[in-house]
């Protein structure tokens, strides 16, 4: 009998504890939580640190990431307006800024991932094909030094002059990609080319340009 008794007050103690443990949950100053009912959200989203309370076994609280995220797109062989074709390796930095909208639009980070995914990459696509190559890989029209026995030789130093450039190239993306987030519950902070280069039949264009250069300038 006294066994019994012992084993019903434990049994008591853990029910008690798993709707404790259930009801209270702890939101960090880097998260922010969406509380789902059956699975949908009710409520508006907790942004606020601290302890908090819900429903035990009803309610679910998800959580999701209040800092910067770190988008990193696939290389990709992109066509510029002049039929040029180079390899693109992009980057970008976006953040949650409505979970409830995030949630109901996205699910989770690998929805969003799969998201800008299509966004970015097609945007940087149209970009780069709206542009000719110097526009692409050139950011100014800064003027090359020389050497000296080049000068002499008669090398030339003049490049056609840009009017875009790489880096307004990557302001036009990021402004035609944020306008496309809006109704996702996230904004897209920065976007940025990691890396450009040219694909073999271009290398070997410029390389046999570079040649000829030289070969002019020893004769």
């Known amino acids: 009998m006294k066994r019994v008794g012992i084993l019903f007050a434990l049994v008591v ?4 504890l798993s709707v404790f443990g259930g009801m209270f949950y702890v939101v960090d100053e880097t998260q922010q939580v969406i509380i789902t009912q059956f699975g949908e959200p009710v409520g508006e989203p907790v942004i606020t640190p601290g302890l908090k309370i819900k429903t035990p076994f009803i309610q679910k609280a998800i959580f999701f990431e209040k800092r910067f995220l770190e988008w990193d797109g696939e290389r990709n062989q992109i066509p510029t307006r002049d039929k040029r074709f180079i390899y693109v ?5 976006w953040q949650i800024t409505d979970a409830l909208k995030y949630f109901q639009r996205l699910r989770d980070e690998r929805g969003a991932q799969s998201r800008l995914d299509d966004i970015l990459d097609g945007e940087t696509r149209n970009a780069i094909a709206n542009h000719d190559l110097l526009e692409v890989v050139r950011t100014t029209n800064r003027v090359f030094e020389i050497s000296e026995d080049d000068q002499d030789a008669g090398g030339d130093s003049d490049f056609a002059a840009i009017k875009i450039g790489r880096a307004e190239i990557a302001k036009e993306v990021l402004k035609n990609s944020q306008g496309r987030v809006t109704d996702l519950g996230i904004s897209i902070l920065d976007f940025r080319f990691k890396r450009i280069n040219y694909v073999e039949e271009v290398r070997r264009e410029v390389y046999q340009r570079m040649i ?6 020893a004769e």
Not at 13 to 16: E, G, M, R, S, W
Not at 212 to 217: D, L, T
């Open 89 to 93: 390796d992009t980057y970008a930095r």
């Open 13 to 16: 103690i853990l029910l008690v």
């Open 212 to 217: 000829s250069e030289r070969k002019r300038i």
